[in-house]
């Protein structure tokens, strides 16, 4: 029975805290699972999210972060999440390839027929059973991440964020099945509680497979 689901949000979404709380349920209830992130999540990923993250803006063209994303994710994909999938994990990552289309697509520009073949040859197809946007207003989600100190991304202008945040919910309309859209603002065990309905009712459904 494996399951691959994965969080996105924008800056301040509170999906790192959701992905820890649903991981750790399911190790509770000794369902196998793994929980991991991105970029990072690879002796090689966490080398090039400091890149990604603290390089000087002049120091990475849209295009360079680009394929440093992908390295980061095609490291993660072969060496973490498909061996555990195979054996049968669940696997909880903390953003995935809709962060690509967002950030880098809708948030930088760049072309969404190159993004799409770069992140497809990084994850060799490998797409998530569900992704969960917890969405948040722009200013709501960069006031909490106040204090945490700026990375590049949270740097950036407010329209980036606001470009960042239409296109995911863009990318969940397009395809409403693969997403389950939660509004980031509720409460931490509210929010807990409409995840853990879906998932549950997923891995009923493994189960039976
Ligand atoms: P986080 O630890 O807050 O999730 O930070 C990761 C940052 O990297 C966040 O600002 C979003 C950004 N990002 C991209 O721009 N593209 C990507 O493909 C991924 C995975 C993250």
Redesign the pocket.
Known sequence: MSLFITFEGG?GSG??YQARTIYRKLVRLAVPALLT???GGTPLGERL?RL??WAKDTDLSPIA?LML??A??AQLVTTVIKPALASGQAVIC????D??V???GY?RGLDMALITAINHAATQGLTPDLAILLDVPVEIGLARKQGRGA?R??REDLSFHQRVRAGYLKLAAQEPSRWLVIDGARPKDEIARIIWERVSRLLAYRQDQ
């Not at 903390?94 to 390839?97: A, E, K, Q």
């Open positions: 800056e999906k790192s992130h991105e970029p999210t990604l993250k972060e994303f992908n980061s994710r903390d953003r995935y390839t962060s690509t967002a950030y880098q948030g990375d991304f949270h």
